[in-house]
């Protein structure tokens, strides 16, 4: 008799469910937009974001003279002054990107970068403590560029791999292992609670600030080996710095924006 | 999204994750949409009021704490007020209320038989004419795929109180759905 019941319940299931009104694909979208663009410039990175940005227009005369201020940031390691407006920028992007393919990309290149930090991190000699919390925000952005379905692609790990191939033998084999394992999602067990963004995990201790960086790992990993471009610029005023491609992201993990766009509006025309 | 992913997304946002937050909307925009046409005149509304109900959530979800109401309970209750917000604004229908319908056990295969041959349209169009709690049990139970106790959680009511709202309103659904076929519609 319960099987009965549960039989009907299943098919009620079945008959009202399929009821729902479906959202458009246009609408859905369009409402995406809507929230994003007030949630981006109300998040933590956002609001950071749209201020250096500010600072980043504003000085982009003085630019020439100091070297700019976006470009340093690009460049910044983790512990540097501006590390925080490159990770903010990485995050405004992020936060207004569609889910799917164009997305995808965009992580598995913050990603790269954040094996690349490690890299150079390891070079200069930078101490154990924080190659390991590069280490741990390497992970935390494999994760978050892993598929929901399962690990990363081939290309894609290889990709990410190879902004780390210059690091010194023992580094450059953690960040291969980082890259193949990144570990649990979230276990970092510890912290649930109010939570903040789960770090590392794995070996790792939670970072100093855990609850900082959304997406793409902690705040804690700069740098770059490259000369990244000013991400600001980019973002806010739709340019791309970066030299022509195919790809939205350039290989030192810039974003080109132009290409984002198209990209975006290809997805959503399907 | 997989419980654990949509936990991990759900503290992320609670930490104002721009990017964990746009992913919270992927995964329920279609479920409040669907629950906030069903008590809406027009498509247009609709969507903004759908709107509303993230940025809503945005606003709110710095306090929201996941050891509490679930996600999904949580998230519907904003959708619910959003609702009932914007009745009041435009005051142009009645907020329904909670009328007593014959709680008779009437052979639920009948009704499921009704409701089953329905056109989705029909189905639609006849929730929208429940009462405010039925529709929400509806709503959350058949479009959010929602438990009974979680349900019950975002309606502050008990399991049992659930499970007679919920009975009532397939009987009405089916009710409505059969005065419509035997009217010829």
Known sequence: MVRDKKLLTDELAEAIGGAAEPLSASARADIRERVMHEVSATSRGGIFALASHRLAIAGTALAVGFGGVAYAAERSLPGDPLYGVKIAAENAVVAVLPPGRLENRVLVSIAARRAGETARLAREGSGADTIDEALGSLRDAVREAAPDEGPLTTDDASRIRQRGADAPAETRDAIDEAVTSPGPAEGSGSGGGAGGTPNPDTGGSPQSSPKGTPNAGTEDSTGTDDPDLPIQEQIREGQSVSPGGTEPLEDDGSLDMDRVREMDDGSRAK | ?185
């Open chain 2, 1 to 185: 999204m997989t419980e654990r992913r949509l936990a991990r997304t759900v503290r992320r946002a609670c930490n104002r994750d721009a990017r964990a937050f746009g992913r919270l909307y992927d995964e329920y925009a279609d479920r409040v949409y669907a629950f906030v046409r069903s008590r809406t005149d027009s498509a247009q509304d609709a969507e903004d009021i759908t709107a509303t109900v993230f940025l809503k959530a945005w606003e709110a979800i710095g306090n929201y704490d996941d050891r509490g109401l679930p996600f999904a309970a949580w998230l519907f209750r904003i959708a619910r007020n959003a609702v009932v917000d914007e009745y009041r604004r435009k005051a142009h229908r009645p907020v329904p209320v909670d009328e007593p319908i014959e709680t008779g056990e009437v052979a639920e295969s009948t009704d499921v038989a009704v409701i089953a041959r329905a056109d989705a349209e029909r189905v639609r169009a006849v929730v929208r004419m429940l009462t405010e709690e039925q529709a929400s049990v509806i709503a959350m139970r058949f479009w959010w795929d929602m438990s009974i106790k979680d349900t019950a959680e975002a309606l502050n009511k008990n399991e049992n109180a659930i499970k007679a709202l919920q009975h009532r309103a397939v009987r009405t659904l089916a009710r409505l759905l059969q005065e419509g076929e035997d009217d010829g519609a």
